[in-house]
């Protein structure tokens, strides 16, 4: 089945710092890919997504590329801020004939702590 | 316009109790998916519903059981609780299977 695996957390970064969450995943077709992000006490939000391979998925200065080869979709930000520390999470949806199952298999998740 | 919203906030029940959790979808989507979140881990994906009827379902047992209302607004209902049910428990919902989902601040149970 569908699966997602997340770098081993918690990451604790200080300001400015450059940050890179990996995120590798295994499907049967070809999914679209999410980044979600969950601060504290608040559901879970979605930052960015890319639905084909080579797209790049981008929001509030992260990035991600869909890397079909590899089968990654590793989060980058070039320099995080204290209102970054949150959870991250890496989701794959499935598609068939064009068409989003809807179903999203979620990675364990990345703590991100950024520090003053 | 309101998000996702859920009741309750949260819920303290013992094993073998009943539980339901209702969650009202964002103005204008017509589905809903709820997913369990162990302490830790990521969102596991239960169910979905669209159109009043269960589309897709994750790995869980038949303990665990939906509805939706013609409102489109949805209840999870879990029979028999386990310790191990101890959780968040989301809804999320969208425009159309398949779309955005977008996610309610959950329901924290737990089974004593």
């Known amino acids: 089945g569908d699966s997602v695996t997340q770098m081993e957390g918690p990451v604790t970064l200080s300001e400015e710092a450059f940050l890179t969450i990996n995120c590798t995943y295994t499907?049967?077709?070809?999914?679209?890919l999410f980044w979600y992000v969950q601060y504290p006490g608040e559901g879970l939000q979605l930052l960015l997504k890319?639905?084909?391979?080579?797209d790049k998925g981008s929001n509030k200065g992260f990035e991600a590329t869909y890397r079909k080869e590899t089968t990654s979709f590793h989060l980058e930000k070039g320099s995080v801020q204290v209102s970054d520390s949150a959870v991250y999470f890496c989701?794959?949806?499935?598609?068939?004939?064009?068409?989003?199952?809807?179903?999203?298999?979620f990675g364990q998740g990345t703590i991100l702590t950024v520090h003053p | 316009d309101a998000g996702v919203t859920q009741s309750p906030t949260h819920l303290i029940k013992t094993r073998g109790q009943q539980v339901t959790l209702r969650c009202s979808p964002k103005?204008?989507?017509?589905?809903v998916s709820w997913y369990q979140q162990a302490l830790g881990q990521g969102p596991q994906f239960i169910f979905q519903?669209?159109?009043?009827?269960?589309?897709q379902r994750g790995n869980f047992p038949d303990r665990f059981s939906g509805h939706q209302f013609p409102n489109y607004s949805s209840e999870l209902n879990v029979n028999a609780l386990l310790l191990g049910d101890s959780a968040l428990y989301l809804c999320?919902?969208?425009?159309?299977?398949?779309?955005?989902?977008?996610f309610g601040p959950g329901t924290r149970l737990t089974v004593l």
């Open positions: 999320a919902s969208s425009l159309f299977v398949g779309d955005e989902q977008f």
């Open positions: 499907a049967t077709g070809y999914p679209s």
């Open positions: 890319a639905t084909k391979a080579d």
């Open positions: 989701a794959l949806s499935e598609h068939a004939g064009g068409t989003s199952y809807g179903k999203l298999t």
């Open positions: 103005s204008g989507h017509d589905t």
């Open positions: 519903y669209y159109e009043e009827e269960e589309r």
